[in-house]
């Protein structure tokens, strides 16, 4: 069936270090994927999205690209903030369904 | 302001007994879902409406029920059969069916089993 998988974490920075987070998927045709950020007690926000393959998503400072060839759309940020500290999730969604990695803990130090 | 609400943020049940969780959209989304988190495991998919008065079943619906009377709402019933209810349950929304939409989240309701 369709999956999602993420690096393990948790993952500690330093603050203005780069950031990637790897995600790649198992899906049979051409889903949507996402990256969701959830900060302590609440739910998910979008974080950014891409619809078809060679698409990059971005929203602040945060990018992905969805690359078919390697069924993967890996996180990265260039400057990581203290701020930027929460969990992460990768998605994709086909049809009815989203399917959510486990996702990753993100801690970033002062 | 639109958005998704879950009630009540926290709560408490006994064991044995059921307890309905509150999901309120006004969105106008037609798809609705309600996932269970567990630490170290992700989001889990209870269950899942598209329209109002169908539901399915997602990969973990046993031990939980859902209506889907109204369009706005989708109650999530925890009932006794859940051996490990203990749990943070969030409920999103979608705009429709297609594959390109991405889902928009309450904040979560916390159970825990006293």
């Known amino acids: 069936g369709d999956s999602v998988t993420q690096m393990e974490g948790p993952v500690t920075l330093s603050e203005e270090a780069f950031l990637t987070i790897n995600c790649t998927y198992t899906a049979t045709g051409y889903p949507s994927l996402f990256w969701y950020v959830q900060y302590p007690g609440e739910g998910l926000q979008l974080l950014l999205k891409a619809t078809k393959a060679d698409d990059k998503g971005s929203n602040k400072g945060f990018e992905a690209t969805y690359r078919k060839e390697t069924t993967s759309f890996h996180l990265e940020k260039g400057s990581v903030q203290v701020s930027d500290s929460a969990v992460y999730f990768c998605?994709?969604?086909?049809?009815?369904?989203?399917?959510f990695g486990k996702g990753t803990r993100l801690h970033i130090l002062p | 302001d639109g958005g998704i609400t879950q009630s009540p943020k926290y709560l408490f049940r006994k064991e044995g007994q059921n307890v309905t969780l509150s999901c309120e959209q006004n969105?106008?989304?037609?798809?609705m879902y309600w996932y269970r988190q567990d630490p170290g495991q992700g989001l889990r998919l209870i269950y899942y409406s598209q329209i109002v008065n169908d539901f399915q079943k997602g990969d973990i619906a046993e031990g939980y029920s859902v209506s889907r009377e109204k369009k706005e709402s989708f109650p999530l019933t925890v009932t006794s059969a859940q051996k490990n209810p203990t749990a943070f349950y969030l409920c999103?929304?979608?705009?429709?069916?297609?594959?390109?939409?991405?889902?928009?989240f309450g904040q979560g309701t916390r159970l825990t089993v006293v």
């Open positions: 969105l106008n989304h037609d798809a």
């Open positions: 998605a994709l969604r086909k049809s009815d369904k989203i399917i």
């Open positions: 999103a929304s979608s705009p429709g069916t297609g594959g390109f939409t991405e889902a928009f």
